[in-house]
């Protein structure tokens, strides 16, 4: 799409500076004053420039107007992302947690079971 695009604005130079070439050499070969045709010549070169300063003015408000929104784009993606990424931290923490309340609890059960036993045996040794 880049391409594109300076594509198209070569073309754009291309034909304005076709124009201003073929609207010089019009009035130069034109049965005119010399002091006229300076004139001329002189009047369309500004008309060309204006022309210019005013495509060069749209062409720099689309890029920022474009700049703009794919600012706006990205950091919404980034916080449907981060808001997802947390979201899934979170139940991971969750899940974590959950499990070693679980196994916790079944580690000092069995630890319980297992001292009972020992002192059971000891007790028989005596």
């Not at 609207?23 to 004139?39: D, F, I, Q, S």
Request: aromatic content about 6%; proline content about 1%.
């Amino acid at each position: 799409m880049s391409k594109r695009k300076n594509n198209t604005a070569g073309v754009l130079a291309g034909l304005l500076a076709g124009a201003a070439a073929g609207v010089v050499l019009g009035m130069l070969y034109a049965p005119e004053e010399g002091k006229e045709t300076r004139k001329k010549i002189k009047k369309k070169a500004e008309d060309f420039k204006d022309q210019a300063v005013d495509q060069y003015g749209k062409a720099t408000e689309k890029a920022k107007n474009q700049y703009h929104d794919v600012t706006e784009k990205v950091k919404n993606q980034y916080q449907n992302i981060s808001g997802q990424v947390k979201e899934t931290a979170e139940k991971v923490a969750s899940s974590v947690k959950e499990g070693y309340e679980k196994y916790k609890d079944q580690a000092i059960s069995k630890t319980a079971d297992v001292v009972k036993d020992v002192e059971s045996e000891l007790d028989g040794l005596k």
